[in-house]
C-alpha cells in the first residue's frame, strides 16, 4: 500500500513560484512511476505532469510546458512539481499520483493511477 501526502500549496501573485512536495510510504517509491493531476473549481481533475521509475523521462501537458519542473529523490521518497512563472489559471487542487508501474513510459490518464494523495490547494492572485 502507498500513501501520499502533498504539501507546499498556497496564495501567491502571479508570476510568482511555489513548490509542491508530495511525500511517499511504500517499499515500491524508488521505482515507480508518478504524476501530478489537478482539478480547478467547476472542472474535470486534469494532467499535469508525469515521471517516469527512477526519473529517466518526464511529460507534461502543453499548458504547464516550460514553466513546470517535475523530479523526484528517491532517497527521500519524495516527489515534486516547481511551478513558476504562475498564472490565475493554474489554480485548482494538485494531486500526487502512484501508478503501479516500474517503467521508462509517461503515463497521462488518470486510469493508470492506483494511489492518490488528499490533494494541496494553489491560489493564484492577479
Known amino acids: 500500500q502507498v500513501q501520499l501526502v502533498e504539501s507546499g500549496g498556497g496564495l501567491v501573485n502571479a508570476g510568482d513560484s511555489l513548490r509542491l512536495s508530495c511525500t511517499a510510504s511504500?517499499?515500491?517509491?524508488?521505482?515507480?512511476?508518478m504524476g501530478w493531476f489537478r482539478q480547478a473549481p467547476g472542472k474535470e481533475r486534469e494532467f499535469v505532469a508525469t515521471?517516469?521509475?527512477?526519473?529517466?523521462?518526464?511529460y507534461y501537458t502543453d499548458s504547464v510546458k516550460g514553466r513546470f519542473t517535475i523530479s523526484r529523490d528517491d532517497a527521500k521518497n519524495t516527489l515534486y512539481l516547481q511551478m513558476n512563472a504562475l498564472k490565475a489559471e493554474d489554480t485548482a487542487v494538485y494531486y500526487c499520483?502512484?501508478?503501479?508501474?516500474?517503467?521508462?513510459?509517461?503515463?497521462?490518464?488518470?486510469?493508470?493511477?492506483?494511489?492518490w494523495g488528499q490533494g494541496t490547494q494553489v491560489t493564484v492572485s492577479t
Open positions: 511504500g517499499s515500491t517509491f524508488r521505482s515507480d512511476n
Open positions: 515521471i517516469s521509475g527512477k526519473g529517466m523521462r518526464t
Open positions: 499520483a502512484a501508478t503501479a508501474y516500474s517503467n521508462s513510459g509517461t503515463y497521462t490518464q488518470m486510469e493508470f493511477y492506483s494511489y
